[in-house]
């Protein structure tokens, strides 16, 4: 079993930077895209940002320029580095890994952009 655990999400003003982190049970980066979402309240779950097992990565376009994903393979953690940080970027954002048409979720952590 996947387990996933987020960190690092909290209050900032806009402009700011945070970055996430998503800590995962065993080396799983070998056979799993890795991959960002986030919910907004009264939204659906949308993707940020993928990191496939080769490397490439991909980003919503609300996000591109913005935010960087990135993993340490002998940490077995996730990272999404958010810059600018906008308002609209206020969200529950989750951890999830994709191995073998099975999806993996972490429990989330809120991102609130605010003065």
């Known amino acids: 079993q996947v387990q996933l655990v987020e960190s690092g999400g909290g209050l900032v003003q806009p402009g700011g930077s945070l970055r996430l982190s998503c800590a995962a049970s065993?080396?799983?980066?070998?056979?799993?895209?890795m991959r960002w979402f986030r919910q907004a309240p009264g939204k659906q779950r949308e993707l940020v940002a993928v990191?496939?097992?080769?490397?490439?990565?991909n980003y919503a376009d609300s996000v591109k320029g913005r935010f960087t994903i990135s993993r340490a393979n002998a940490k077995n953690t996730l990272y999404l580095q958010m810059n600018s940080l906008k308002p609209e970027d206020t969200a529950v954002y989750y951890c999830?890994?994709?191995?073998?048409?099975?999806?993996?979720w972490g429990q989330g952590t809120q991102v609130t952009v605010s003065s």
């Open positions: 990191i496939t097992t080769s490397g490439s990565t």
């Open positions: 065993g080396s799983i980066f070998g056979i799993a895209v």
């Open positions: 999830n890994a994709y191995i073998s048409q099975v999806n993996y």
